[in-house]
């Protein structure tokens, strides 16, 4: 499968992955609305930046967490409303003033210490979406801030949902050509996907 000229190889299972990755949190798991607002940690890497473009593809107004202004400046060029700084401003604080009172959604690929006032940072109902741990240390969450505020926290494992979903990443593939590509940049990503997942069964046996 011929990857587009724009991207090599690295480039392309990199895209494949985090794209999918944005795409299936925030829309499958997560249940990401038009209008609805969304905070992402790591903003300025390649996974945070994804959910950046594909929030915003969908509708919703991001709020972009990262620790260094060219990450920042990234960010704000993938599409965010809002920056704030991760290593320096006070996360619960900007997102509850950005929100009008708490960010309907957490898109965190970091953990660490941002985990507890990226939860304390969610609006009634607001989702908190795990998608890894870049910062190389696993959070403990404190559950009463989950139970006080009706909030929910999802796990979100794009790689092992598409191996064991065939038809479910068929669909994904083709909802992101449609809704996302476009937007973000003139590839045929969802092609990048299809080509990835070959790559990891064969990768795989």
Same mark, same amino acid.
């Given at each position: ?5 724009? +991207? ?7 895209? #494949? ?31 945070? +930046?994804? #959910? ?23 960010? $704000? ?17 900007? #997102? ?6 708490? %960010?309907?959604?957490? *898109? ?5 210490? +941002? ?11 607001? $989702? *908190? ?16 801030? %989950?139970?006080? $505020?009706?909030?929910?926290? %999802?796990?979100?494992? =794009?790689?092992? =949902? ?11 593939? $083709?909802? *992101?050509?449609?809704? %996302? ?9 969802? +092609?990048?996907?299809? =080509? ?10």
């Amino acid at each position: 499968m011929r990857i587009p000229d724009t +991207l090599d190889a690295a480039q392309a299972a990199t895209f #494949a992955q985090s794209h999918c990755t944005a795409m299936f949190a925030l829309r499958d798991r997560g249940g990401l609305s038009a209008g609805e607002t969304v905070l992402v940690l790591g903003a300025g890497g390649g996974v945070g +930046l994804a #959910a950046v473009q594909v929030a915003t593809a969908l509708g919703a107004t991001v709020l972009a967490g990262a620790s260094s202004e060219d990450k920042r400046r990234a960010a $704000r060029a993938a599409g965010a409303v809002a920056v704030l700084d991760t290593s320096a401003q006070s996360l619960k604080d900007a #997102a509850r003033e950005f929100s009008n009172g708490g %960010v309907d959604l957490v *898109y965190d690929p970091v953990g660490g210490d +941002l985990a507890d006032p990226a939860l304390r940072s969610l609006r009634v109902g607001g $989702r *908190y979406l795990v998608i890894g741990f870049a910062s190389g240390t696993i959070p403990s969450l404190p559950l009463n801030q %989950v139970l006080l $505020r009706n909030r929910s926290v %999802v796990g979100v494992d =794009w790689g092992a =949902w598409s191996m064991s979903d065939a038809a479910g990443q068929h669909a994904l593939r $083709r909802d *992101y050509q449609v809704t %996302v590509s476009s937007p973000i940049r003139n590839v045929r990503a969802f +092609l990048i996907c299809a =080509w990835l997942m070959i790559f990891i069964r064969f990768s795989r046996s």
